[in-house]
Structures are given as structure tokens and as C-alpha cells.
């Protein structure tokens, strides 16, 4: 089984600033990792997948990069409606599909 | 407008059983692959089961092995969790969820779940 982890756990920015978030695997996934946001109550949403591409109606200011075990998510600068928690997930190697444990950005 | 809507939770005593569905609509439901993912309160995601467009192929976490079954009715545009011998582990919102059609494992549209709760 793949396992991913993300760093850091917490992220506290303010809007307008850059967001950087980490997703690193325990081996190679290629380029097959996804990236969704999760607000509270809510169910998760689809932001990029196979690395680098964004899903529909998804904004420009979202970006994803990296291949094989070392992956990162780029919000470029933070809208009020960015403040989510972010999960990274591979299907390299499946089953098991497996998402990291998730990085919360929040307001500071 | 694609829309998957879950039902079924609720409060069940450890061992017993529960059957999740979930209901799809605007799109061809016969022509995509499906999954459950859950997700434990206040934790992370979990995918739990996938089954291909008609059914022939089956995948499930091994912590659900043995207990759950998936499976779904294209005629109904329906998708099903049979949840049998449930554990206080199970408790959980479950989504359904799915998948892309070019890109396999990637969930592109989810329900918003519901609440399965495992509990004496």
C-alpha cells in the first residue's frame, strides 16, 4: 500500500498570500496524484489531478506540481473561500486508492 | 446537472448491518465506474469499495473485506453498500463518489454523504 503524507498539517496564512502544501509518497506514484479541498460540512471537491492538471471551473490560481514521490499544491494567492482543508490522493497502485491524512489551511 | 445523493444512515448497534444508496442523476450512470470513501468524524478520507461500469469488477479496503458489499443497479441509476457484522470503527460519513472516465481512480463528483454511526 502507497502511503502519502502532508506537510505541514496546519497552514496559517492570510488572503492574499502564497500557499504552499506538500504531499510526499513512500514510492514512486509517477504523476498519478489528485489534489481536492474540503470545507466544513461539506463534500470534498476535485482540484487537480495527474499532478499538474486542473479539474473543471476550477481557478488558474490553484497549480499542482512534481512527479514521483515528491508532489506540492500552489494556491497562488489566498481567497477568503480557499480556507479548507487539502488532501492529496495517487492511484499509481490500486486497490487500495489512498489519500494523505491532509493539510488544513487556515486563517491567521 | 450530475448529482449523487446518498441514503440510508443512521445509528446501528455494533454487529449489525445497513444498506447505503445512492442515487445518481444527469449523467449515463451505466457508462461510469463507483466508489464509497468515508470519512471517520473529525479524520481524514478513506476509500472503502470501487465497481466498475457493469459490475464485473470489484475492489474493497481490507477493512472492509468480508463485511461489505458493493453493487449497483444501472437500470435504476443506483449505487449500493451492503454493510454487514459493522464495527465502532465504521462510524463514518460515507460518500459516494465518481470516478473520471479517462482518468481511473480520480473521483470527480461526490454525494454529501451520510452519517453511519455504530454505536450501543
Known amino acids: 500500500e502507497i502511503v502519502l503524507t502532508q506537510s505541514p498539517a496546519t497552514l496559517s496564512l492570510s488572503p492574499g498570500e502564497r500557499a504552499t502544501l506538500s504531499c510526499r509518497a513512500s514510492?514512486?506514484?509517477?504523476?498519478?496524484l489528485a489534489w481536492y479541498q474540503q470545507k466544513p460540512g461539506q463534500a470534498p471537491r476535485l482540484l487537480i489531478y495527474?499532478?499538474?492538471n486542473r479539474a473543471t471551473g476550477i481557478p488558474a490560481r490553484f497549480s499542482g506540481s512534481g512527479s514521483g514521490t515528491d508532489f506540492t499544491l500552489t494556491i497562488s494567492s489566498l481567497e477568503p473561500e480557499d480556507f479548507a482543508v487539502y488532501y492529496c490522493?495517487?492511484?499509481?497502485?490500486?486497490?487500495?486508492?489512498?489519500f494523505g491524512p491532509g493539510t488544513k489551511v487556515d486563517i491567521k | 446537472e450530475v448529482q449523487l445523493v446518498e441514503s440510508g444512515g443512521g445509528l446501528v448497534q455494533p454487529g449489525g448491518s445497513l444498506r447505503l444508496s445512492c442515487a445518481a442523476s444527469?449523467?449515463?450512470?451505466?457508462?461510469?465506474?463507483m466508489n464509497w470513501v468515508r470519512q471517520a468524524p473529525g479524520k481524514g478520507l478513506e476509500w472503502v469499495s470501487y465497481?466498475?461500469?457493469?459490475?464485473?469488477?470489484?475492489y474493497y479496503a481490507d477493512s472492509v473485506k468480508g463485511r461489505f458489499t458493493i453493487s449497483r443497479d444501472n437500470a435504476k441509476n443506483s449505487l449500493y453498500l451492503q454493510m454487514n457484522s459493522l464495527r465502532a470503527e465504521d462510524t463514518a460519513v460515507y460518500y459516494c463518489?465518481?470516478?473520471?472516465?479517462?482518468?481511473?481512480?480520480?473521483?470527480?463528483?461526490w454525494g454529501q454523504g451520510t452519517l453511519v454511526t455504530v454505536s450501543s
Open positions: 463518489a465518481r470516478s473520471c472516465t479517462m482518468v481511473r481512480g480520480v473521483f470527480d463528483y
Open positions: 444527469g449523467f449515463t450512470f451505466s457508462s461510469y465506474e
Open positions: 465497481i466498475s461500469s457493469s459490475g464485473s469488477t470489484i
Open positions: 514510492q514512486s506514484v509517477s504523476s498519478y
Open positions: 495527474d499532478a499538474s
Open positions: 490522493q495517487q492511484r499509481s497502485n490500486w486497490p487500495p486508492l489512498t
